[in-house]
């Protein structure tokens, strides 16, 4: 199942899908018959046929988890959806089996997402993982989450973790061709403004939220509005570092260097050399004209993502001032090989993206070349994975087999 982002991106409730826990719901409900109409029912589109059945059914087995599960999910699938009635229906659900556990968080986050209450859903989503990795529908609800507000290191880490352990073949290769979304379709910040400013001014202290909000603002020209979210929410949560990160990130987009030195300057000392950070002291040195710390910096950055080629052009430009122009040729290379890299994967995400069989009928030749360009854009891990499903299907693939002797002989800097 590909991300459900599109109604949330028009400003419309949360998308939901009708059909992904049926077959779960079938098999749990081998010892109650009786609800059989009415999963008839929802799986036929029929949702206030089903919700009345349902009704009925628990009006004599009123704690029946299965059915309160269903009648949730009706009732958040309908035309009017109602997910606070939703969350009442499956609310005090417990000691059943882990795969229901799974399954009522599931609808637990899809109903506090149509409640627009995202950090909430993401909580449920995520102890859903914890429950049942294999959930379905949990990790393209998170992808969607993390695409939107723009948690690019989130989103790599979940897909990665997800995608050699997904049963479904095309979600398994899904998951590798959605991180390439993010080079090539980036949302818009007029799109995220839309999203966003009903959203934080429901619940303001969503931390996650308004950061998005905050750095779509500054984007847009209206940085003193921007930064004003990101203050808020940094000062609100002083100890966390991802929440002060978004006002590093919102002070480095405006080009407020003296401000972004002093938020640093603020940080707790356990956080003040976290690589996470390292990128905002290199702009700072850069920007005073202190090369040497600057170089120091950025090479700490690109320890942990490699493939980020701002940080990599920024080291290039530093290594030149430096008096060290043989690191800072390599650079440019790798600046001009990615950038090439990716307009070649914008059409290559085209192509594949009408497709629904990426999985179900492999394909090589399309595996070796988005891994490929990944590998050129240093996105290292992600280029593992793409040879490894090379290798699946043709497993004694040369190049798949060369280019994994490759990365263990430089070891995955991207992990």
Do not use: C
Request: glycine share 6%; charged share 30%.
């Amino acid at each position: 199942m590909r991300p459900v982002v599109t109604k949330l991106l028009l400003g419309a409730a949360w998308l939901v899908t009708i059909g992904g826990a049926i077959a779960s719901i079938w098999a749990m409900t081998r010892s109650a018959p009786d609800l059989a109409p009415a999963i008839v029912s929802y799986e036929a589109g029929r949702l206030k046929e089903a919700e009345a059945k349902l009704r009925g059914y628990l009006q004599s087995r009123p704690q029946d988890p299965i059915a309160r599960l269903l009648l949730a999910r009706s009732l958040l699938h309908g035309e009017d959806p109602r997910p606070q009635e939703a969350l009442d229906a499956i609310g005090g659900i417990e000691d059943v089996e882990p795969a229901t556990r799974a399954e009522v968080l599931l609808v637990e986050g899809e109903a506090l997402a149509q409640l627009q209450r995202l950090d909430e859903a993401e909580a449920a989503w995520l102890q859903a993982l914890e429950v049942d990795p294999q959930v379905a529908e949990v990790g393209w609800h998170l992808l969607s989450i993390y695409y939107i507000q723009g948690r690019q290191d989130d989103a790599r880490q979940l897909a990665l973790r997800l995608h050699p352990i997904e049963p479904d073949p095309d979600d398994r290769v899904n998951y590798l061709v959605e991180l390439a979304r993010w080079d090539v379709e980036p949302p818009a910040p007029g799109s995220i403004l839309a999203i966003f400013e009903p959203i934080v001014r429901e619940n303001p202290m969503d931390r996650r939220s308004a950061a998005a909000l905050g750095l779509a603002l500054i984007s847009e020209g209206r940085i003193d509005e921007g930064l004003s979210h990101l203050r808020r929410i940094a000062e609100a949560n002083p100890d966390d570092l991802s929440t002060r990160s978004g006002l590093l990130e919102g002070l480095a987009r405006a080009g407020l260097t003296d401000e972004l030195a002093e938020a640093l300057d603020r940080l707790p000392e356990a956080d003040r050399d976290d690589p996470s950070v390292a990128r905002y002291w290199g702009q700072v040195a850069q920007d005073q004209g202190d090369w040497a710390t600057a170089v120091e910096a950025y090479r700490r950055a690109l320890d942990i993502f490699p493939g980020d080629r701002e940080v990599s052009y920024r080291l290039q430009q530093v290594l030149r001032l430096a008096g060290q122009p043989a690191e800072a040729e390599a650079l440019a290379a790798f600046v001009e090989s990615a950038g090439e890299a990716e307009d070649q994967l914008r059409s290559l995400y085209l192509e594949v993206s009408p497709r629904d069989d990426l999985g179900s009928r492999p394909d090589p030749d399309l595996y070796r070349r988005f891994a490929d360009l990944r590998a050129r854009m240093g996105r290292r891990e992600e280029a593992l994975a793409w040879y490894q499903l090379v290798l699946k299907t043709v497993p004694n693939d040369a190049e798949a087999r060369d280019a994994l002797d490759r990365f263990d002989t430089l070891g995955d800097a991207d992990s």
